[in-house]
């Protein structure tokens, strides 16, 4: 009833903590119990204490286990170890019927020596002591604790932050090429034959050469000779004697 009720206390991804007789987990008869607090909770350790826990206190020893649950709302099915801890096992050797979990892992039940006794009923059990004593007990505890929390504790619902799982589908798309028809260009090849009467001979131009006038400049009609001509280029007056005469050129007559 107390686990139960505990797990319907606490909000989803709250811790719950028991240190509970072994019978919780041993006893056939407790199988519904267990069922339940599986189905609604994920199992964070479950670790069984050795005998002598209480003795320097309260001067009694007796076995107990630590049972830490994580409540799961959306939990749809039992895992494997979840499973295991709704068994109940018998151990051919020596004859007790023990929880199924701790029967797969021994290294969660913390000891130094066991022995096979009687609990404070008077049925047969097995008693584990560890010799470390308290602080021994503590030493292998922490040990085993921070490896489960390491690995099983969701933190993410224990600080109530729900992890959305998003699937991501990629789409890969192939491009459509589409053939794209030229159209035909039908090319009509034609021969021109020549019109004998278009083709007509190229009129031949026939240079004429003309004989062009001779040019006459003052020099000639003054009756300048070459060597008065020269002088009179060269910016030289010529000496021409009184009454002589030069003797003109005739002008040429074109023909």
Do not use: W
Request: hydrophobic share 30%; glycine share 8%.
């Amino acid at each position: 009833y107390f686990f139960l009720k505990g797990l319907d206390t606490v909000r989803d991804g709250g811790i719950v903590a028991f240190i509970t007789s072994q019978g919780v987990l041993d006893t056939e008869g407790n199988g519904g119990t267990r069922y339940m607090m599986m189905r609604q909770a994920d199992l964070v350790s479950a670790i069984r204490l050795p005998n002598n826990l209480f003795t320097e206190n309260a001067n009694t020893e007796v076995g107990c286990d630590l049972i830490i649950l994580q409540k799961n709302e959306g939990k749809e099915e039992l895992s494997e170890e979840d499973k295991r801890l709704g068994d109940v096992v018998k151990n051919n050797h020596t004859g007790i019927s023990t929880n199924g979990y701790f029967f797969d892992h021994p290294e969660y039940i913390i000891h130094t020596e066991a022995k096979r006794d009687t609990d404070p009923y008077g049925k047969p059990a097995m008693v584990y002591t560890h010799s470390g004593g308290v602080e021994g007990i503590a030493t292998d505890l922490y040990r085993i604790l921070s490896a489960d929390l390491s690995a099983r504790l969701d933190l993410e619902r224990y600080n109530g932050v729900k992890a959305e799982k998003r699937e991501t589908q990629t789409i890969f798309v192939q491009p459509q090429v589409q053939e794209v028809q030229q159209p035909k260009v039908e090319i009509e090849e034609k021969t021109v034959q020549p019109n004998a009467e278009a083709v007509k001979s190229a009129p031949q131009v026939v240079e004429t050469k003309r004989h062009e006038a001779p040019v006459m400049d003052l020099y000639d009609l003054f009756g300048y000779t070459q060597e008065e001509r020269r002088l009179a280029e060269r910016g030289l007056k010529p000496e021409r004697k009184k009454g002589a005469k030069s003797k003109r050129r005739k002008p040429v007559q074109p023909s």
